[in-house]
């Protein structure tokens, strides 16, 4: 999707105010913590927030200064994936380094038993010496009592605006506090995982249309105000009709009916959407901020990543769960301080939410854990020049009686999407049809093509077992 702007106003005053906090990430304010050779390592994950949303991701109309500038000087994926698109599952992925196939967290109830978090990143982590934090939305049942050093964790969706000592404040603004109140416990010798788990941009979930699907801090309720954002061309209605019927009665053309319906909603749910996102940046800086001041930034990693991405009208739609890329993109960045040589860039190889836990662990110089499906992005962080997965298997079996179960295999060049009840398969050729308008599943040319397709989804799926 591309965003157009029609901007009056630039904000230059809301620019300056965060890219006050210095154009150098490494640069410290004080004696760098020794802790052993050893790096920090914090973890942002950000919920519901699709690929595109960030200026580096070359969206002309969001503005992110700080996560921009950690894409900058650090490396930038332009092709991460998740391999389930919903909150509890992926996050589920994204702490063990499993597929939910093996992890088995499919639903909101589930949570993960302490041999599944003992060798998750947290529990490596914690056993390796390292001091835990964990702030915000634990998303995968109820959060673990005894794991962190420094816990902040809720369960459930959470609200959006709290009250504290008799005022009202917004969460992602909450959050930002409590991770500087973690950055000033550290203790120098003894390396720290912070993992700040926004609940933003998800959606205040509702169906009654006299609420606002996007509760932003209100100090950003000028921003975006005058700029025009133009849904996708794949939002036509004749887009729509070629959908089959269980995909046009889904949860996802319910919620759309919700928070897109008309071009007013459109503006202000999507403006909602990335002024979440403009919070979280504010959030992020004052962290960056405080890692200065607290001589921690020349040895601490910043990954940046969410759990998953987010229908903004695709195909007539809201929502995520379905294995489309508005869905299953997400951005990822990985910000190391340490490194010697110049390997900030970015990336096109296809990484995965399956990945960061054993890239966490491998970062922290420990022996990643026998069970993690996914592989250390050191070696690609490092060189650009290696070789990679060229495929990936996407599975979403959640059962709601209005989203369909469904699989696929994502290539480069290609996408087979298996729909498990009813049956129904897909094939779009990603190169010619970046934004999958055309299914080819039913026209003899690509039938060959089908069979291979067909043959590597069995053999991966069976491999992931």
């Not at 959908?243 to 007013?264: H, I, T």
């Not at 990954?303 to 299953?328: M, V």
């Not at 059962?399 to 779009?428: F, G, M, Q, S």
Request: charged share 20%; net charge negative; proline share 6%.
């Amino acid at each position: 999707m591309k965003f157009f702007t029609v901007r009056q106003v630039l904000g230059l005053a809301f620019f300056a105010v965060w890219a006050s906090f210095g154009s150098g990430l490494s640069e410290g304010t004080g004696t760098e913590t020794e802790t052993g050779g050893r790096p920090n390592i914090i973890l942002l994950l950000t919920d519901d927030q699709r690929w595109d949303t960030l200026g580096a991701a070359g969206n002309p109309v969001i503005q992110t200064p700080n996560l921009d500038r950690l894409a900058s000087q650090g490396v930038f994926f332009e092709n991460a994936f998740v391999t389930t698109s919903i909150c509890a599952t992926s996050r589920a992925s994204i702490i063990t380094g499993q597929y939910a196939r093996r992890h088995g967290v499919w639903d909101f109830q589930t949570t993960l038993s302490s041999s599944q978090l003992a060798e998750s990143y947290l529990g490596t982590l914690k056993a390796g010496g390292y001091k835990l934090g964990f702030i915000g939305k634990w998303g995968i049942g109820s959060p673990p009592t005894t794991l962190f050093d420094f816990n902040r964790a809720f369960g459930g969706q959470g609200q959006y605006f709290v009250e504290i000592d008799g005022e009202t404040r917004h969460l992602t603004s909450i959050m930002g506090d409590q991770a500087v109140e973690f950055l000033s416990t550290t203790d120098p010798g003894t390396p720290f995982c912070l993992s700040v788990s926004f609940k933003a941009p998800h959606v205040q979930d509702s169906y009654d249309l006299s609420e606002a699907p996007f509760p932003f801090d209100l100090a950003l309720q000028d921003l975006y105000e005058d700029d025009l954002i133009l849904p996708p061309a794949t939002s036509a209605a004749s887009h729509f009709a070629r959908l089959p019927d269980f995909l046009k009665n889904s949860e996802n053309r319910m919620r759309w009916a919700v928070r897109f319906w008309g071009p007013q909603r459109y503006q202000e749910s999507v403006k909602g959407y990335f002024r979440l996102i403009t919070g979280i940046d504010s959030a992020v800086g004052r962290i960056l901020k405080e890692l200065q001041a607290q001589g921690l930034s020349r040895n601490t990693v910043v990954i940046f990543t969410s759990d998953n991405g987010f229908f903004l009208g695709e195909h007539g739609l809201a929502g995520k769960w379905l294995p489309y890329e508005a869905s299953i993109r997400v951005p990822l960045i990985v910000f190391d301080p340490r490194s010697p040589g110049p390997v900030a860039g970015r990336r096109k190889q296809m990484v995965l939410s399956v990945d960061v836990a054993p890239t966490i662990v491998d970062i922290a110089g420990l022996q990643i854990p026998r069970g993690m499906q996914g592989r250390s992005l050191l070696p690609l962080i490092e060189s650009s020049a290696i070789p990679w997965r060229g495929d990936f298997f996407y599975e979403h079996l959640f059962e709601h009686p209005r989203i369909p179960p469904v699989e696929a295999l994502r290539t480069a060049k290609w996408k087979y999407v298996r729909y498990l009840d009813p049956d129904r398969e897909e094939l779009y050729d990603l190169e010619s049809d970046p934004f999958e308008e055309a299914n080819l599943v039913s026209e003899p040319q690509y039938l060959e093509e089908l069979h291979s397709l067909r043959s590597r989804f069995r053999e991966v799926k069976n491999s992931l077992k």
